[in-house]
């Protein structure tokens, strides 16, 4: 019978581990709950002994892979699952002190294998790496890119030698297209940045729906029929054969440009690229 409640309470304690872990998938959850999970430097371990409270625990893995246990010292416990541990506990107990101890180790925070990400998503922090994770999860896990994410993503990774070896991501190649190069593993001590973009004007008057000054992402100014779009559009009294667009160079020189937009919608010409500060003004056709 004692054996019994033991096997229960120790499922119990193995089950409460893994759904006590903020943010975990189902995949982590049965990760844990299957043994996968191997313990590294920094982990929170909570250790029981039935019957034995003076053994209870709560101890964190030093940067050498060790946990010190009452009366048994240091004990090596990196690389091994909650279970194994749970063994080498009994092994060493037995050895040592007790006959049949009966242990169980819960895993309360997982701090061995994290990656930071920080820059243009909504929850900057840790994000743990229980199992395998691609850059997409791990921004997921961020809570998305925010508005003003940039083009890039840069994964720095520190190589055995001590150097960081900059990824360079497209941000489109991974959340548009889809690309599964670009969508990499994401190692543990990783650290994922998320380009911040910065706001610029274009302004836009004459025959649109609405006149003003469009925001746009450094990254993604829009080309000349988008920021039409943009503005709502054309008027019925649009000139839409001589739009102008007025741009100044760094020096200050004033340069214009005149765009027949019938051709671009036509498909006979290609769009027009706007740059930052571009004026854009469509006259009105004269009857």
């Not at 940039?150 to 720095?156: A, D, H, L, P, Q």
Request: positive net charge; charged residues 25%.
């Amino acid at each position: 019978m004692r054996k019994i409640v033991m096997s229960a309470f120790l499922t119990a304690c193995l089950c409460a581990s893994a759904l006590s872990v903020p943010s975990l998938s189902a995949r982590d959850r049965q990760e844990i709950l299957g043994g996968g999970y191997r313990i590294g430097a920094r982990d929170l371990l909570e250790i029981r002994v039935f019957g034995q409270d003076k053994l209870n625990t709560t101890v964190r893995v030093s940067e050498q892979g060790k946990i010190t246990f009452p009366y048994l010292g240091e004990v090596p416990v990196e690389g091994l699952t909650a279970s194994e541990l749970e063994r080498r506990l009994v092994q060493l107990l037995e050895k040592n002190l007790y006959r049949n101890p009966e242990v169980s180790v819960r895993i309360l925070e997982f701090q061995s294998k994290q990656a930071s990400v920080l820059g243009a998503v909504a929850k900057q922090g840790f994000i743990e790496l229980i199992g395998r994770r691609t850059l997409l999860e791990v921004i997921t896990a961020a809570g998305g890119l925010m508005r003003d994410a940039g083009k890039e993503i840069i994964v720095f990774r520190q190589q055995p030698d001590g150097t960081s070896s900059p990824l360079h991501i497209v941000v489109d190649d991974l959340m548009q297209k889809g690309d599964p190069q670009s969508n990499i593993v994401i190692e543990p001590g990783d650290t994922v940045m998320v380009q911040v973009d910065k706001t610029v004007p274009i302004y836009i008057s004459g025959e649109v729906k609405n006149q003003g000054v469009l925001q746009v992402l450094k990254s993604r100014i829009p080309t000349l029929t988008q920021a039409i779009a943009q503005a709502g559009g054309f008027t019925e009294q649009a000139r839409k054969g001589k739009v102008i667009v007025t741009r100044r160079d760094s020096g200050g020189t004033e340069k214009k440009f005149e765009i027949d937009v019938t051709r671009i919608q036509s498909g006979k010409d290609k769009d027009f690229q706007l740059e930052e500060n571009d004026a854009v003004f469509i006259p009105k056709t004269w009857f």
